[in-house]
């Protein structure tokens, strides 16, 4: 009966999966987050407004074609041909041996990178114009615009398209197995191959792919609101002391 | 008497089209002026030329002795010198009252976190919203928005304010509150730019009123000449409709 064996594997093998869940929400954690710093420096350099020095506005203009070419080249290949590319070429390149776990951080990172620069750069058209010239109004340069007006309203608004990439980073995780990372994907197929119940190791795994994505969905949407704020807030003075005044 | 800000020989065009022709005016220390016409006149972007928003295409623009337009000048330095308040409030929404307050002072003028806060107190009771500092700006009407806007400015301590139509997008019941709060600074002897469409305003509050007509300066001179006695038929044609409507 395929339902015991299905317990059976998991009461037999469970601390393999555990590792092989912890790695994965390890490289698609870290590489979400690194992803998400990559984006919003992007951002950031892709809004500058057009400097006056000639000098400037032509380094600008390189770094911004880079950009694209990174981001055009990232979005338009898939990860699993980006991981066998980026882990062989450089060991090819550099005679060097990389370790799996790092190669899968950078690849998840990088390709990660191309997708939130462009959800950043969509933030931040999204915040209103005035918020930029009330900032400049006030002698704000262009990092301190961003810094302390902008990007926080742009974090709060790129945080579910964020969270879906997280959610997406955790499943896809799994293409990195061709380059022997042993994140949960790899580590089940092992497993698979000593008992040969192929249907009862994968059945698991979906199990614990699903907990791992509802747990951080759920997570994220509790942040979200958190992020946004009270809907009250006290006045503060004599005659009013501990009045709630309400949207 | 000083003068804070001389615009000379001013010009911008959008490409082909000239918005701004040969301004020349300046604002004296402690002087009221406001900028009235019809919408499309230019007033706007005049205001918005003043602290470089828009960037001028011809003149100068004189403050301290030095022309602003020169390419060495620091223009953030400069903009903390003018307090600029928008039609559209542009409260910070991020930040409550007193972060919208404290934000200039304490990244760009360098204060320290505590001074910042005293500072924007003291503004916040000079418009009234010192009870709500806590607020974030969704909470707020538009009044109270303008106000806290007002004291944002104000907070910077600049030598000029400067009013883009900021009753214009408030309800009118709302209008009264901010005007109110406008007259009391112009009394303590404020230096104020402002475009208005408020005509009864303009008329008491100021000491001088530029009408403005297609880009130019077409009369300036005192409220009593500009709304009483104007010399120029268009001033008179402009004040016929608008009286008229309002």
Redesign the interface.
């Known amino acids: 009966m395929s339902f015991e064996y299905i317990v059976k594997i998991f009461i037999d093998y469970w601390p393999m999966f555990l590792r092989g869940a912890g790695l994965t929400l390890l490289i698609a954690l870290v590489g979400t987050v690194i992803g998400a710093v990559i984006g919003l420096l992007i951002g950031i350099v892709r809004t500058i407004p057009r400097p006056?020095s000639k000098v400037k506005r032509v380094v600008l203009k390189i770094v911004n074609v880079i950009f694209s070419i990174y981001i055009e080249i990232f979005r338009s290949t898939p990860m699993i041909v980006q991981a066998m590319v980026i882990f062989y070429g450089i060991a090819m390149a550099f005679q060097i041996d990389m370790d799996r776990i790092v190669a899968a951080i950078l690849i998840v990172s990088i390709n990660t990178g191309a997708y939130m620069a462009e959800i950043v750069r969509g933030g931040i058209v999204s915040v209103?114009k005035?918020?930029f010239?009330?900032?400049?109004?006030?002698?704000?340069?262009h990092w301190?615009t961003m810094k302390?007006?902008v990007l926080?309203?742009v974090i709060?608004n790129i945080l579910p398209a964020t969270g879906n990439e997280f959610v997406i980073n955790i499943k896809d995780t799994s293409v990195l197995n061709v380059i022997s990372v042993s994140e949960l994907y790899f580590v089940t197929n092992s497993i698979a191959g000593m008992n040969f119940r192929f249907f009862e190791s994968f059945f698991v795994a979906s199990v614990i792919y699903f907990i791992l994505t509802f747990t951080i969905t759920r997570i994220l949407r509790y942040f979200e609101r958190k992020l946004d704020?009270p809907d009250?807030?006290?006045?503060?003075?004599s005659s009013?002391q501990n009045e709630k005044?309400t949207? | 008497m000083e003068k804070v800000i001389d615009i000379q020989h001013l010009s911008k065009s959008y490409g082909a089209h000239e918005v701004l022709k040969d301004i020349n005016f300046s604002v004296e220390k402690g002087e009221v002026v406001s900028i009235i016409g019809s919408s499309g006149s230019g007033k706007s972007t005049l205001l918005r030329c003043v602290n470089l928003l828009e960037r001028p295409t011809g003149g100068a623009i004189i403050y301290n002795g030095e022309n602003i337009l020169d390419d060495k000048h620091d223009l953030n330095q400069y903009r903390t010198k003018l307090g600029m308040v928008f039609q559209h409030f542009n409260l910070f929404n991020n930040l409550n009252v007193l972060g919208n307050c404290t934000v200039g002072q304490v990244q760009v003028l360098k204060r320290s976190k505590l001074e910042a806060e005293s500072i924007a107190r003291k503004y916040l009771s000079v418009v009234g919203m010192e009870q709500y500092i806590n607020a974030k700006p969704k909470h707020l009407s538009g009044g109270q928005k303008q106000r806290v806007a007002i004291a944002r400015a104000l907070s910077m301590e600049p030598d000029v304010m400067l009013f883009d139509e900021p009753t214009s997008a408030l309800d009118p019941e709302m209008v009264g509150e901010v005007l109110k709060v406008m007259k009391e600074l112009a009394n303590t002897g404020l230096t104020m730019l402002i475009v208005t469409h408020e005509m009864e305003f303009a008329r008491e509050v100021s000491d001088r009123v530029v009408f403005m007509d297609k880009g130019v300066i077409a009369e300036a001179g005192s409220p009593e000449q500009i709304f009483s006695n104007p010399n120029e038929e268009r001033t008179r044609e402009f004040l016929k409709r608008t009286l008229k409507q309002g």
Do not use: K, S
């Open positions: 006056e209103d005035g918020q010239e009330a900032a400049r109004a006030i002698g704000m340069n301190q302390n007006v926080p309203q709060r704020g009250n807030y006290t006045m503060i003075g009013l005044a949207l």
